[in-house]
């Protein structure tokens, strides 16, 4: 999808143009620096909701927050591929094993393909990466949507050979 890449590229740019300062953006939120990165519970989208709900609109509910539903209440929208990638931009806003490289343009292709990654792996039995924060995404992705999808982490050495 590259007009998708060129969307999401010219809003990241955009951003930046406006002086958005994600830092403080958080620190509003209620997650001081590696806030949202540090969250370790069993359903992390839910924490991160439960942090930031008093401090959003009463109407928006955590699947609009999140993507997954359509913030317009006449646009009626599944949860889909779509939905799982914009969570994962708002994992990126929100600090949560967010990817260094998402402020950086040039590297937004590389973002937008973890995130296909695991919204492809939401219509699979199981997703397995040597990406650490892919599989932290994953697991708390399809645990808030009660997706069976497990998330495998493989350790690999430098010689290709898994550790276990």
């Given at each position: ?34 806030g ?27 699947y ?101």
């Amino acid at each position: 999808p590259d007009d998708l890449k060129d969307r999401f590229k010219e809003s990241i740019e955009h951003l930046i143009g406006l002086g958005n300062d994600v830092v403080q953006m958080r620190s509003q939120m209620g997650f001081a620096k590696g806030g949202a990165g540090n969250i370790q519970g069993e359903n992390p989208l839910q924490e991160i909701w439960d942090t930031i709900s008093e401090q959003m609109p009463a109407d928006l509910t955590a699947y609009q927050f999140f993507g997954f539903d359509p913030v317009l209440k006449d646009q009626e929208r599944p949860i889909t591929w779509l939905g799982i990638i914009a969570c994962c931009t708002v994992l990126d806003i929100v600090g949560y094993k967010a990817e260094k490289k998402v402020r950086k343009p040039e590297c937004v292709p590389n973002v937008l393909s973890d995130a296909a990654h695991i919204a492809s792996g939401a219509y699979c039995g199981a997703i397995i990466s040597g990406d650490k924060r892919l599989v932290a995404r994953a697991k708390a992705i399809y645990k808030f949507l009660g997706h069976g999808t497990q998330v495998l982490y493989l350790d690999m050495q430098p010689d290709g050979k898994n550790t276990g």
